[in-house]
């Protein structure tokens, strides 16, 4: 049987970006305010600037952390559970309604595509109250995949 080997591959920010635009699921860390870690799994997606979004409330942990310590980073994990994945570092803003409604349309589109009715959506968004997590991507690790570590010659 063969075994599938450990990879960490280096890439370049549009690779980088590439690699996230299909993936929407991730694993989001910020800081509480003892400094511990709070991890968050959330859909996310890249905006047109090449930021990570991620939609929330504005009470969610992930939000108030990310207001007093914009320090996150992120896991993008593929659909499949042992399929590659990368760490992202980044800087957090967080946009609360009414500023939110048009980075949601982007959201939406960067993840789903187009929606049936946009004017029914952003009603949907500002009842909902709904926030929009904004990371600027400053570094990253190797998009990575599990496995067995490469032999040694």
Known sequence: ???SYATAD?????DLLEFLRPRHHGTLVTRRRDDSLQMSPVTCGVDESGRIVVSTYPQRAKAANARRDPRVSIVVHSDEWDGPYVQVDGTAEVIDMPDAVEPLVEYFRCISGEHPDWDEYRDAMRKQNKSLVRITVERWGPVATGGFPPEQD
């Not at 280096?10 to 549009?14: A, K, L, T, W």
Request: charged share 40%; aromatic share 0%; no cysteine.
């Open 10 to 14: 280096r890439v370049s920010r549009e």
């Open 1 to 3: 049987m063969a075994h």
